[in-house]
């Protein structure tokens, strides 16, 4: 553990920016133009990259075990054994995260000045993302897991934000709602997991704590991991509960199966935001969230096991929605959620690294597709629909061929990014030997081979349609009409290139050591997962295995391809068109259900939020008709009592007696409901009331 | 008993107010002789009762800035016999837990005074700012000094004065000055705490003669006492606990089920809520504001300073029920929540919801979840001030408060969405903001004792995110009614009482330690009594 008091800039300083535009930018902007708004938006992140490559440069001048950076600001919440502090911590996997994060948002913000130029609530844009950047460096750096909720709950507050950027359209505010309280809905699980550890482990050693490297020196004992695994809780081992808890937590943020619906939804905000938060970086936490808890996770096979089975389902059935989408993003959005999947099999199996490394690659390719779509909706004058666009490569070829690119990479085309980490999950998914049911690396292994070919297609599919053939859209629908498509300013074709390049050489940090070449990644995340690395155990193929298979996805990356050139090049083939308009009962079904997205969302509406909403006027009527009913009811017994002692009293007793009753019942002339004026009344109901609650607790808790 | 006194700042604190209310009665009487005119009768009463509140706000620094965080004691005790027949003392001092509801007394006492002066910002039409001001000034400053009296007070009959003291002010605030149906909400709100308060005077006389002979401040020796320090002391000893029962039931129980009846209709408990819902949307803005801020916490403290800290093994016994009651709070109340289209009652309900955290943290008597409640306290006290003149804000320019009615106002007005947005999440327990501090220590104080109803609890997440969101949603974003194209952003009063509050709401959600060093020691002595250590 090495102190490094600059750690906590890289944080703190896009905080800064989004101070800064929150409350001057709008000044700024109106007094000295667009560049005061964007130029410290764009040079805090940029900084924080520059603090975490002399971070890096710190790390490695450290042992290769000791690469441990951490810096505290100050308690925070010292509470009995919750002791949490605003402290940050660098290991080699927050670096990776960190790297990427701060590299890829600086671009994005970069790309951003072009693509928002026409914006003017430009200063609460630039405000929103740096302030995204504070959190999800945050999220990324915390040293406990408070700190990190703090980051967890903050992108999806950011992300809220810049869904609903353009809030003046109600579907954007609704997407923007949708986003967070599915979110909220995974943060429930997290906050329950993190209790149920936490008291798990106090259970058993009689302290605990919430910083993460404490954990995972308690959680390294023989007797405590004996322990978790062998109490129970509602049937499950108190660990896989934990395990269970923490993925609900993952399943919200990263989009998974059930909970992926607001995902595509996202797609609403900005595109810039759709690259960086719905693509690049916040989505992927949930999967840093299972690396960075791998202590956890991995001493329970059943959860392993789960997380990469709904890794596996959800990158296939995400990749058949992607097959009929016609919005550019929404197909991307679907491919975000397939390829999340991915990366969930990878960390679902153990190969932490890997998932990792699919992360980062993915947050290259994805971007760059992501920005590629933006430059397209900019240059076609916000259209998003692909069957309106068509030969747009002649009209913008630096965006075609960065386009093309990274969906090679995403395909997984030999030596392009995508391929080296892609292959390496779906080996590590056939070679486990963790997985719990029957055929277990086998079953994941052909279910992520299945959405590669999936993958392969629906991603050509979408550049074929939007860049070949003849442009479709010239006459117009939108009122913009007869405008010719063109090519992006500089600095957004400029981010492309960049994105497009590390597209296809980043891969080869983690090259397969079936090539008997270094893995640098491997290498470099290693000390952060040898503690779970001996629970993690292989299947133990031979390298003829590892060939075959490296051979065979290739082959389905090139099978989609030549599937998607054959059906979309060019817009000359008639068949998906046939296939649409098929009358065909089997057909015409499948593409509804599959086009429809299987109505997942219909039947949340109708059970969830149909049984929240009626919920919420049962509540109302009892607490109008019952509660206070009561209430009023009490009310008008009293008076009835209060009457008939006032009877008695003007007759028996000398009327002065009851003047003051009198007076108090006066002040409540106007609600002849409550008022009584009578306090011995009031004594009788209270006290009756307090026998009532005394004889309760008497039956309920003796 | 060996507290003498040490200074008479909390006396002066208390009855400041009270001399400004004077002041302002003179002037009333003056005014019958020398006639003044209406414009200058208003503004003096108006300055003065300013000018105390400040004063008080500013005694109330110097009595942060003097407290010994380290002590575990009572400071700032101003001790003498008030009654010598009656054993009845005054007797006033602080303590760790007592000194955040002063502090924050002040601080929301003085931030609903710039609400209730028309200074500094336009108003239109007929407002309650400008009807019977002498009175209205009067009755707050009588108030002020209730809450201060309240819970500065340790002689229990004093206690139950200045509680007492309360409540008229606050009957005629919401019954003059509020809204349609006032008189209603007025009575509502004066019979239930009346009730309340009945229960605590039977319990407060039960306690006292089933209290041992003690002493009095001058050394004269008393055969019961009302001494709040002498009664802990008498009860954490099991005094009590094995005292002759009352209708066959054990004496302590029963004196912990009146006093917690008496306080829970304060705080407000489940089924004793309704009265709040009324009060709070009739009540003008800064009694709402007072209301949510102060008032709820003084069930809550209450609990802690007699329930729990003189009766501690009927606090144990109860432990189970009140944490039932914590989570329908909490539950409960959210889902009411969603169903409101009134928006000041939304945010009313949703105190009620708050204010179920405070009683799951107290019911888990653990350390995380007795911090987490003060915490939430005090969170609260500050977030829900927030939200209500936010609230104000709206109903002063739209004269309605109905939340489909609005729309797409964020354009119109964009700093006071910001600002509602920041007091919506704080509220919905954003981590980083102070509401989450809270929040958090009781769910994982509680979680340690009730599991399932901490679990059900925290699915209140998720709803209140949704009520909150969806009310953003309804309010601010989409298309804007052309009903409201006239409206204006927010004014300089409005943002002299939103900002310091919204500041604070950041500052403790980042950094809370200076409310924790103001409060542990005493929680933890209050922990040695109640709490299985953990």
Redesign the interface.
Known sequence: MTQYPLLALIPLLPLLGAAYN?FVGARMQKRFGYAAVHVPAILMPGISFVITVLAFARLVSLPHHERVLTTTL?????????DAG?AFLMDPLALVMCGFITFVGTLIHIYSVGYMHEEPSYWRFFSYLNLFMFTMLVLVLADNF?LM??G???VG?CS?LLI?FW????K???A??KA??VN??G??GF??GL??L??SI?GVTGGSSVVFRNIEEILAQPAVREALSSQTVLGLSLISMIGILFFVGAMGKSAQIPLYVWLPDAMAGPTPVSALIHAATMVTAGVYLVARLHFVFALSPLVMSWVALVGAVTAVFAATIGFFQHDIKKVLAYSTVSQLGYMFIGVGVGAYWVAIFHVMTHAFFKACLFLGSGSVILGCHHEQDMRRMGGLKKFMPVTAWTYFIACCAIAGFPFTSGFFSKDEILWKAFDSGNLLFPGGGLMIWALGALGAVCTAFYMFRSYYMTFTGEYRGAHGHNGHGGHQPHESPRNMTHVLVVLAAFSLVAGFIGLPHLWHLPSYLHHWLDPVFSGSAEIIRSAGHGSGHEWALMIFSVALALTGWAFARWLYRDNRNAAPSRLIESKHPLVCGIHRLVYNKYYVDEIYDAVFVGF??W??????WI?RNI??A??NFA?LFGRLVGRVHGLTDTHVVDGAVNGTAWSIAS??S??R????GN?RT??Y???S??IA??I??FI??G | MEYQTTSTLLTWMTFLPMIGAGLIIGLVILNYVFSLSKAALDNVSRAIAFVSTLGVLLLAVRLWAGFDGNSTGMQFVHHFVWMRQFNIEYFMGVDGISITMVLLTALITFVAMIASVPWWGKIEGQHFTGKKVPGYMVMFLLLETGMLGTFCALDFFQFYIFWELMLLPMYFLIGIWGGPRKEYAAIKFFLYTLAGSVLMLLCMIGLYYASGPSTLVDGTPAQHTFNIMALSAMGQAGFFAGAAPVLGFAFSKIVFVGLFIGFSIKVPMFPFHTWLPDAHVEAPTPISVILAGILLKMGAYGMLRFNFQMLPDAANWAAHTIAVFGMINIVYAAFVCLAQKDLKKMIAYSSVSHMGFVLLGMAAMTPQGITGAVFTMVSHGLISPMLFLIAGVIYDRAHTRDIEGFGGLAQKMPEYSGIMGLAFMASLGLPGLAGFIGEFLVFAGAFVKFRLFTVVSATAVIITAAYYLWTIQRMFLGKLNDKWSTLWDLNWRERITLYPLGVMVIIFGFYPLPVFDLMNKSLHALMDVVCSRI
């Open positions: 929150a100050w308690s925070w919440m010292p509470v009995g054994s919750v605003v408070i909720f703090v967890w709950e903050g507050l809220y609903s809030y003046k359209e109600k954007n505010a609704v923007g709602m967070f309280i909220r809905i943060d429930f906050l329950l209790l149920l936490f008291w106090h929240v909403m919920f919420r006027k049962i509540c109302d607490d509660v206070d009561l209430v009310g002040m409540g106007a609600l409901l409550v008022q009584t306090l009031y004594l109901i209270a006290i009331g307090a609650l005394v309760m607790n309920l808790f």
